[in-house]
């Protein structure tokens, strides 16, 4: 395999550093990032290697932050691209695609995408111990890889979680600590022990290397579209990571040429209840005010986004925009896609729509655009949020009449 | 000895004191200034913080009671 790490680099002042356990630039605290060698890259990395490449996000190892072929999470990944007949004609779309990471494996959410790299990496540095400061999706991901992995596990939860997300690690059996007190508190404690212990905090200390792994979805949607990049994408934010991945994912592709062209205007979406970035970008400023979080869309609730800056200048180097919806908004939207499309999301999905639906009414989006709404979690982890919203079922005694009656059907001679 | 580094915003009254200069004579910490941004209406600063933890951690308390919002470096690491 070909050496196509270079260094970690400050994304603020350029230093470099080696690709080890490093995080935050010793100059300047700005974060660092993952440097390639695209000029030894270019000459791998092919359409055609690709698609004889794993039916899994390993199929893009040669634009992936992993030196060996020794994978954790071998499933991770290569999710459907749903082409959204139902919903575009409701929209008004004649291009709409869904890419549905409600199915990815092994927990349903886009996170497994980050944390396979995240664990892969964490194993090369020599870490037997991988860690992570969680309300929900990245928690149950790494729990699920340090099962499977053999690795010893530390998840970091504030003390009132719902039951469900609790449970959604403890089934795995880490070591899941409750930690009492604000968000405030337990964030700032998570961060402390991080700097403490010597282990692998996926999004802390792997966070150069964790977040990379977001780029597959980039990848994956310009392969399934058929070697092209969409005309616009609609990203859910909670740090702001994926939506900058996801556009470095189709410029990388642009640069080893194996896209021709890259015009996509990659637009976010946030709650109104937590809409720090969206927020920003509306009132036109380049920075963002921290909030304090409240609303249904828990996976999205960060009120001050690691990445909030750094997304904010993604969409405008893309020409891409930025809006927010309200809690009731999310709810009819997950149920929207739903009933249209067959695909029951989680809140931050009903972002993602109510989001789009936005950006139609604006004109922002066109008709013929192809465009790309990203799925990033199943709604069987946030049901609390429709439960009151989906009626109820027909309940009959066990009699063909009374059946009949209820549905109004002409009685068959 | 302890090094903690914080992102501190401090609100906009706040902005034409030397509250970085106090808190170093306040409590046993020394202070330093990695990347700042101020402007009219806000600012923040990239700051690591040297001493005994415990001390850091008073620090960080005085700095809160003085109206700066404290976060760590990575801002928010519960995701
Ligand atoms: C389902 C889901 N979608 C989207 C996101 C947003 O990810 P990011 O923090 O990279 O903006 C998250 C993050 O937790 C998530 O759980
Ligand atoms: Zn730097």
Redesign the pocket.
């Known amino acids: 395999m070909i050496k196509k790490m270079q260094s970690l680099v400050c994304r603020e002042c350029g230093k470099e550093y080696p690709t080890q356990d490093i995080h935050v630039c010793e100059l300047c605290f700005g974060p660092l990032e993952v440097k390639y060698d695209y000029a030894a890259i270019k000459q791998v990395m092919t359409r055609e290697k690709i698609a004889s490449g794993p039916h899994s996000l390993w199929r893009y190892v040669d634009l992936l932050p992993v030196e060996g072929t020794h994978f954790i999470g071998l499933h991770a990944g290569f999710t459907p691209l749903v082409h959204a007949k139902n919903l575009g004609a409701f929209l008004g779309l004649d291009n709409l695609y869904i890419k549905n990471d409600c199915v990815n494996h092994p927990t349903l ?3 497994d995408r980050v944390v396979a790299i995240a664990l892969t990496r964490a194993r090369e540095l020599g870490f037997e111990t991988v860690a992570c400061a969680s309300t ?3 928690a149950n991901s790494v729990s699920a890889h340090a099962a499977s992995a053999g690795m010893k596990c530390y998840v970091f939860i504030p003390g009132d979680l719902e039951a469900a997300k609790v449970l959604g690690n403890l089934i795995y059996r880490p070591n899941v600590v409750e930690i009492e007190g604000n968000y405030d508190d337990v964030n700032r404690l998570c961060s402390e022990i991080a700097g403490e212990r010597h282990w692998a905090f996926v999004n802390i200390n792997i966070r150069p290397y964790y977040a990379e792994g ?1 780029k597959t979805l980039a990848f994956e949607t310009a392969e399934q579209l058929g070697w092209r990049a969409p005309d616009q994408v609609v990203v ?8 900058t991945k996801i556009w470095k994912g189709f410029k990388e592709f642009e640069k080893l040429g194996i896209l021709d062209s890259v015009n996509t205007k990659i637009n976010g979406a946030q709650a109104e209840g937590c809409s720090p970035i969206a927020t920003a970008f509306r009132e036109g400023r380049d920075f963002f005010k921290p909030v304090k979080p409240h609303t249904i869309a828990k ?2 609730a ?1 009120g001050n ?1 690691a ?1 909030g800056y750094y997304a904010l200048k993604t969409a405008a180097e893309s020409q891409g925009a930025m809006d927010a919806v309200t809690d009731d908004e999310i709810v009819e939207s997950i149920k929207l896609l739903a009933q249209t499309e067959g695909i029951f999301a ?1 809140t ?1 999905g009903g972002v993602t729509i109510g989001v789009l639906r936005k950006l139609v009414k604006q004109g922002r989006i066109q008709k013929s655009d192809v465009t790309v709404a990203y799925i ?2 199943n709604g069987l982890k946030t049901q609390e949020a429709v439960v009151d919203s989906v009626g109820r079922p027909f309940r009959i005694p066990p009699s063909l009449s009374h059946f009949i009656k209820t549905f109004a059907i002409e009685e068959s001679a | 000895m302890a090094k903690l580094r914080f992102h501190i915003r401090y609100p906009e009254e706040k902005i034409p004191s030397p509250i970085l200069y106090e808190i170093g004579k306040e409590y046993q910490v020394v202070p330093s200034i990695r990347r700042a941004d101020v402007r009219e209406t806000t600012g923040w600063m990239d700051v690591e913080f040297t001493g005994e933890a415990d001390e850091i951690d008073r620090a960080v308390q005085g700095l809160r009671q003085k109206g700066c919002m404290v976060d760590p470096i990575e801002l928010n690491v519960v ?1």
């Open positions: 959410s886009f996170k929900g999706n990245l977001s859910p934010m909670a740090s702001g990571s994926l939506l996976s999205l960060i986004p990445d989680e931050a990033t979690g | 995701e």
